[in-house]
């Protein structure tokens, strides 16, 4: 498979902080330096800041690489370095094919024109030749569902509208390769649903692509592997899953495993101590992500220190990205109705496959006894480890052929029966 964009070394300086104004004319131009040298000055004072650091990749043909990170880790400098809209301060890029960009929607928009008018300015813009935009005119303006307005002039459109019919104009390019910047922060609902359609279908033609977004859940479904930016230089590259579930799990200050190799600093009573807790597939590994159709194990192990002390089980408690409870979940097992007898133990709790919805998972985990009228807590951690549910799109769970983000904490794959007359 040949390479569709390479990268090596890529760096890119600003300097923030100039003294001097960008549009100054000669006279203050002279002043300030007069002013400079009386003060003993060599030149203006500035910051120089990496947006960034020696960021090396390659992109095989036919792939599609998502970049995510923090806002000012890099990602719009990267895209506008491989659209050429800026220069590197040092390293090069080799990109092989036409390529097309969706950074700025909307960008050729002229708010006198109308609707008609301005796909065919503003697919010049974005480098489609003529003929080409009457080809694909009654596609991309159906697309935008704005056919009644076509004739009015954009200046009487919403921000909506406009945005829909940018997109569509962006969306029907051919491109060998396709640079694509958080087009789905716009929009409502039916609005990103149909963009993430879009893109699929493009992703499925075959198209190189390069999608920057927050959107981890887009991120998740649409890309093949994903770069993780930090101040300019990438912190982790793999499968998108992984990823994305590593990058949540740093925002939300967790991870998928939790080891106390120090007693005294495990979460403990008189009676029992945590000794770790574990997100676990079913061959026993310790996962970061989990294909939604996939069963999933929270793994408590624990110690009982004493057999005269309450008769303790495991309990959890999971959450969703938006601090929605899912679920408690209790370990119900007869063995836990009496004090088991002290000593090492490790329960695994199994959570079924097309059940929970996308998204990043965070669970509390611990020991409990029953007391009245509330649960006794023992040894417990909050936030204790955390993972991504990730749908591969693939249309045989829940969501089917549905593009969209399904709402619930819980997304569990039905059966259904139909009677027929």
């Given amino acids: 498979m040949s390479t569709a964009i390479t990268t090596e070394e890529l760096s890119k300086s600003y300097r923030i902080g100039e003294l001097h104004s960008a549009y100054g004319t000669l006279r203050d131009t002279l002043a300030a330096a007069a002013r400079r040298m009386a003060r003993g000055e060599r030149g203006s004072h500035y910051e120089e800041i990496w947006a960034l650091r020696d960021v090396s990749f390659e992109v095989p043909e036919g792939q599609v690489l998502g970049v995510i990170g923090k806002n000012g880790a890099g990602k719009s400098t990267l895209l506008k370095i491989l659209t050429r809209i800026t220069t590197p301060t040092s390293g090069r890029v080799e990109?092989?094919?036409?390529?097309?960009?969706?950074?700025?929607?909307?960008?050729?928009?002229?708010?006198?024109?109308?609707?008609?008018?301005?796909?065919?300015?503003?697919?010049?813009?974005?480098?489609?030749?003529?003929?080409?935009?009457?080809?694909?005119?009654?596609?991309?303006v159906e697309f935008s569902g704005v056919e009644r307005f076509i004739d009015t002039p954009v200046k009487r459109y919403s921000s909506g509208m406009s945005v829909r019919l940018a997109f569509a104009?962006?969306?029907?390019?051919?491109?060998?390769?396709?640079?694509?910047?958080?087009?789905?922060?716009?929009?409502?609902?039916?609005?990103?649903?149909?963009?993430?359609?879009?893109?699929?279908?493009?992703?499925?033609?075959?198209?190189?692509?390069?999608?920057?977004?927050?959107?981890?859940?887009?991120?998740?479904?649409?890309?093949?592997?994903?770069?993780?930016?930090?101040?300019?230089?990438?912190?982790?590259?793999?499968?998108?899953?992984?990823?994305?579930?590593?990058?949540?799990?740093?925002?939300?200050?967790?991870?998928?495993?939790?080891?106390?190799?120090?007693?005294?600093?495990?979460?403990?009573?008189?009676?029992t101590r945590l000794r770790s807790i574990r997100v676990v597939d079913e061959g026993g590994e310790t996962i970061d992500a989990v294909d939604v159709r996939a069963p999933v194990g929270i793994e408590i192990a624990f110690t009982i220190l004493r057999s005269d002390g309450p008769a303790v089980f495991p309990k959890l408690k999971l959450w969703d990205g938006r601090r929605n409870v899912i679920c408690n979940a209790l370990d119900t097992d007869p063995r836990w109705v009496e004090t088991p007898a002290p000593g090492e133990y490790t329960s695994t709790a199994w959570i079924p496959g097309n059940l929970l919805n996308e998204g990043l998972v965070t669970v509390d985990a611990g020991l409990v006894s029953i007391g009245s009228p509330k649960l006794r807590p023992h040894a417990g951690c909050v936030d204790a480890v955390s993972f991504h549910v990730q749908d591969p799109g693939e249309g045989d769970t829940a969501r089917g052929r549905f593009t969209g983000q399904l709402q619930g904490v819980v997304r569990p794959l039905l059966q259904w029966t139909t009677d027929e007359r």
């Fill in 95 to 140: 990109i092989r094919g036409r390529v097309g960009s969706l950074l700025e929607v909307g960008t050729g928009f002229h708010p006198e024109l109308t609707g008609r008018e301005n796909v065919f300015l503003n697919g010049s813009v974005l480098g489609m030749k003529r003929q080409e935009i009457q080809r694909k005119y009654d596609e991309i």
């Fill in 169 to 271: 104009v962006a969306a029907h390019l051919e491109p060998e390769i396709l640079l694509i910047d958080e087009v789905l922060a716009v929009g409502d609902a039916e609005f990103q649903r149909k963009c993430l359609g879009r893109m699929e279908d493009l992703s499925g033609s075959g198209r190189t692509i390069v999608f920057v977004s927050h959107q981890m859940q887009a991120v998740a479904q649409l890309c093949d592997r994903a770069i993780l930016l930090e101040g300019g230089s990438i912190a982790l590259d793999g499968p998108s899953g992984d990823v994305v579930a590593r990058y949540l799990q740093e925002v939300g200050g967790s991870q998928s495993s939790r080891f106390w190799p120090d007693p005294d600093d495990a979460p403990h009573d008189e009676s």
